[in-house]
């Protein structure tokens, strides 16, 4: 078996104030906490942005998961209240980059968008490409393998202050709101990324086998047209809503206008996601255009 | 044929600001008027909060659908911005209870909730059941009668300062965001709607039909259960999730919370709606209880 022991995991709810599964999970785990204890490593629970989950919005003054790059986190007296915050959790959980950060954190997202139960990782690191692998392996349909490379200094995401970063973006779910459904399957999720941490760290995990896994590598984003107001000037094409991960093909159409004209597709075969998510409406992302690799990946039972 | 002539048409969008399916399509005729234009009457076309929608949020300081309301309307020298507004709307298409006002209000909303395309009346005027219940003729599937009675003079809700209000209700739709399917349909409907008044003017409709139409009647909101500090203590149970409409019967699931302890509903059968409604987080209201009656209709074709 590759790679060191885990010794400390940390489970991140609320970097979104309205990402709701991630901080109903949390807020339980606090008053449950042998729900996430294991003998082979610590658990640390943090809700990471306490004054937008109070107001029930995405952030106050800046999106907190765009403020863990290395220059953020080093920026002397910042007087933002999220870039202040991120400072605080990367004393707490890093420093990043350093030999003293937290070995993995697990951030619990929400979208809009289909995103199933999406496993977003940035770097190929062999427990959490097996690990995610293993979660895909036991629900195809379920999980999805989302691939975004960057140099972890200048990755701006909050577990990207840890030795191994996993977002965990469940959708879809209006933000503001909590699906049953998602919540009990993500509490789920969290007991089998805890219980394949546990083997890992004990060399108990069962029944190796090498499969080649889809991988959705992260390509490029893409806007809606604009009007002049900055409003989106079309919507996302019908056939494209909630068919995140589905094949967009040359010549498919890709977003329709008010008056029912649509503007096609003219690239290559690509694997859009987020699509239509909310919060990037505002970001000038109207998905997310990824490729589809396969990579040969050793999993276990889960 | 019963009832007087419609002289005047509004068409509202954006009573809340983040609810766009009805800003744009208001935008959308704002600049193509000839769309909603008709002989018999005259159409005009509003976006009810301006500046709600650019912030795209509901409201701004108080939700406007809750303003219009007769002692509300009446308040001397109001200091929020949406009951000013709302006072700009009474003048334009009231006032409210007089002779003058506008002979029927169309108001377009979404909803978090999967209520299809609902049909909100708050009275059982002849022209407005027949309307709905022609669409409902069209396609039961989609559509859905709404009965919300209220005296006029107490009823908060924008359409009701006209003499016949019909609120579409349009969902399952993340606020922020705009799904081309529904826009598409709506625009369709919207159609429809100023079609079927052009021939309701003119005596024009076709193939009259006695029909018994279920009609979905407000029996009470419910709330979740709450925490001390207000944050709702569990969740919609997953057999309700995106099922309004569909009865509920005593000893099903109402509630799940986020150890997994079920809530059962111990009343009689029920027709839930709003279910998991994000605006309605804060109104206390974890989904409205409607009973289902039948009523017959004459209804023509659409």
Known sequence: MNGDKIK??????????????????????????????????????????????????????????????SASLNQANPNILE??????????????????????????????????FSLIISRLDPMLTSLCASLWRKEPQLFKLYLMPESSGDAPYLPTISKRDLCLEIGDQAHGTVRADFYIRAKQCIAEILDFTEKW?????TTPQELEVPLYQQWKNIDYPR???????????????????????????????YSGNTTLWEGQTVYPVFINEHAYYEKSIAMSLTHQIKKTITTYDI
């Not at 901080?23 to 082979?40: A, D, F, G």
């Not at 959790?89 to 951030?107: E, H, R």
């Open 83 to 116: 870039v202040c915050r991120a400072q605080e959790i990367n004393q707490i959980l890093g420093p990043k980059g350093s030999a003293n950060c937290c070995d993995f954190i697990v951030d619990i997202h929400n979208s809009t968008a289909c995103m199933g």
């Open 227 to 257: 009007r002049p107001d900055g409003s989106p000037a079309a919507m996302i094409a019908p056939n494209l809503q909630f068919k995140d991960y589905q094949p967009l093909h040359y010549g498919e159409p890709l977003f329709i206008d």
């Open 201 to 205: 760290n004990t060399n108990r995990l």
């Open 8 to 69: 400390s995991v940390a489970i991140i709810g609320g970097t979104h104030g309205n990402e709701l599964t991630g901080v109903r999970l949390v807020e339980h785990y606090q008053s449950h906490p042998t729900e996430v204890k294991r003998s082979s490593f610590s658990t640390q629970l943090i809700l990471a942005n306490p004054m937008a989950i109070q107001k029930g919005t995405r952030y106050v003054e800046k999106d907190l998961n765009r403020c863990f790059a």
